[in-house]
Structures are given as C-alpha cells and as structure tokens.
C-alpha cells in the first residue's frame, strides 16, 4: 500500500490530489492549520488515515511532520507540499508581502529540507517530493511582486535539490516542481480577472500523472506550457512595460 503526506490538503489542489490519490487506493495523511477541516475530510474518507494540524510558518513545523509520519506508521512514499499563499499586491502592503515570503520560502525551506533529509536516510527505498510552486516562478510579474519572487525561489530550490541529490550520491529521491497555470480555487479570489482558468480536480489528475511518469518538472496544462515557452523568448525591456496579473 502506498503512503502519502499532503501538506495543504483543506482546499485548492491539496485536496483535489489528495481525491485523485485515495481513489486510487493510496493511504494518505494530511495537514493544514484548520484542524476541524481535517477532521471532517478524514471522516469522509477512509483512506485518509491520519490527520495533524501544522502551520509551516511555525518553528516547531518539523516536529509535527515527524509525529504525523509516525502516524502513517513511520513510513512514506510520497511529500506533497500545497502549502503556499498569495496576492495580486500592487500597492506593496508590506504585510501581505512578508506574510507570503514567510509561507512560500521560509516555511517551504524549513519543510523541504527535512523531508529531504528523512528520505535521505532510507537509502534502499525511494521516495517523492512534490511540490505545487507556479508558471508565475518563470516571469517576474508585477502584481504580485512577492508571489511571483517566491515561485522562482521554489523553482531553483528544486533545481538545486537535483543537483544536490547528483552531489551526494542519493539515488532514491525523486523531486516534482509542479507548475500550474491558473486554476479555480480560492486562491484566486485576492482579485483581478484570471483567463484559461482550469477545473482544479483535472490539474489533480495531471499532477499524479505527472508524478507515476517521475516527471522533475510538470507544467499543467499544455496550453501554459506553450504559454511559458513564448512569454521566456519576450525581452526584459518589453516584458516590464506589460500589464499582467499573477498566476
């Protein structure tokens, strides 16, 4: 039986992966900060067999990973991290710009780095990180200066694992940036109008699709893979003169 963590999985595309990865007889564990959502999603689902709440802004973040893994009976296949916030910000409260610096680096950082290591040490058995990071990681966007800035740190954090797993010698870990475009879910409400909107349990589908084919990099779907592909060739003079909102 396989075993996944979902960091994240109350709403938005935790919870539909989580969806995809139980009908498929996966026993999962989730987290969140909103512990009576956890509940009532574990009371709905018979694989999900084990709950804790964690906010990975907190120090003791960690902690909390360890007790819900050992929850899972010590052992996991697959980290999967939809833990993240974000703002349309064109004013610069500096607030919500600290707030998702805080959430999409600093706790992304303190998370990855020691389910890394926890996959690390069980040499003879593989293990997946996943990671829900944006197609807002390949483009500086103005509207959201710290959203966009944090998705770009994730995207080399991951590039840099690769690396380093080449530099250690580890073999068993398998690492997933997964690059949504825009998908309906509440995260989109912080305003401004959002085209090529996607069906958030379609992106849930592709993800774990992306994830059996061991796919490093999952940009979902096609039509913002040949977004991305074109908006890289614009030129940074003309791309800064361009009004565009987040992704």
Same mark, same amino acid.
């Given at each position: 039986?396989?075993?996944?963590?979902?960091?994240? /999985?109350?709403?938005?595309?935790? %919870?539909?992966?989580?969806?995809? *990865?139980?009908?498929?007889?996966?026993?999962?564990?989730?987290?969140?900060?909103?512990?009576?959502?956890?509940?009532?999603? %574990? =009371?709905?689902?018979?694989?999900?067999? /084990?709950?804790?709440?964690?906010?990975?802004?907190?120090?003791?973040?960690?902690?909390?990973?360890?007790?819900?893994?050992?929850?899972?009976?010590?052992?996991?296949? *697959?980290?999967?991290?939809?833990?993240?916030?974000?703002?349309?910000?064109?004013?610069?409260?500096?607030?919500?710009?600290? #707030?998702?610096?805080?959430?999409?680096?600093?706790?992304?950082?303190?998370?990855? =780095?020691?389910?890394?290591?926890?996959?690390?040490?069980?040499? %003879?058995?593989?293990?997946?990180?996943?990671?829900?990071?944006?197609?807002?990681?390949?483009?500086?966007?103005? /509207?959201?200066?710290?959203?966009?800035?944090?998705?770009?740190?994730?995207?080399?954090?991951?590039?840099?694992?690769? %690396?380093?797993?080449?530099?250690?010698? +580890?073999?068993?870990?398998?690492?997933? =940036?997964?690059?949504?475009?825009?998908?309906?879910?509440?995260? *989109?409400?912080?305003?401004? #109008?959002?085209?090529?909107?996607?069906?958030?349990?379609?992106? /849930?589908?592709?993800?774990?699709?992306?994830?059996?084919?061991?796919?490093?990099? +999952?940009?979902?779907?096609?039509?913002?893979?040949?977004?991305?592909?074109?908006?890289?060739?614009?030129?940074?003079?003309?791309?800064?003169?361009?009004?565009?909102?987040?992704?």
């Amino acid at each position: 039986m396989k075993k996944a963590i979902i960091i994240g /999985a109350t709403s938005g595309i935790g %919870q539909e992966v989580m969806n995809v *990865l139980t009908s498929k007889g996966w026993e999962v564990g989730i987290a969140g900060r909103r512990s009576e959502l956890l509940k009532n999603l %574990q =009371d709905s689902n018979k694989n999900i067999i /084990a709950t804790e709440c964690i906010d990975i802004t907190s120090p003791n973040a960690t902690l909390l990973l360890h007790s819900l893994i050992e929850k899972m009976g010590g052992d996991i296949n *697959l980290y999967f991290h939809s833990s993240g916030i974000g703002f349309q910000n064109p004013m610069l409260d500096s607030d919500k710009e600290i #707030s998702t610096v805080e959430t999409n680096t600093v706790g992304f950082t303190r998370m990855i =780095d020691d389910v890394f290591n926890y996959f690390a040490e069980r040499k %003879q058995k593989e293990g997946h990180i996943a990671v829900i990071s944006s197609i807002a990681g390949t483009k500086g966007l103005g /509207a959201a200066p710290a959203y966009s800035a944090s998705k770009r740190f994730i995207n080399h954090y991951m590039e840099c694992l690769e %690396q380093l797993c080449t530099i250690r010698g +580890i073999k068993n870990i398998h690492l997933h =940036d997964i690059r949504p475009g825009f998908v309906r879910t509440a995260l *989109l409400s912080s305003g401004g #109008s959002y085209p090529m909107q996607l069906d958030p349990h379609y992106v /849930a589908e592709l993800i774990v699709k992306g994830i059996e084919r061991n796919h490093s990099i +999952i940009t979902v779907d096609w039509k913002y893979r040949i977004l991305v592909f074109f908006w890289r060739l614009i030129p940074r003079w003309i791309w800064r003169r361009m009004k565009i909102a987040s992704v």
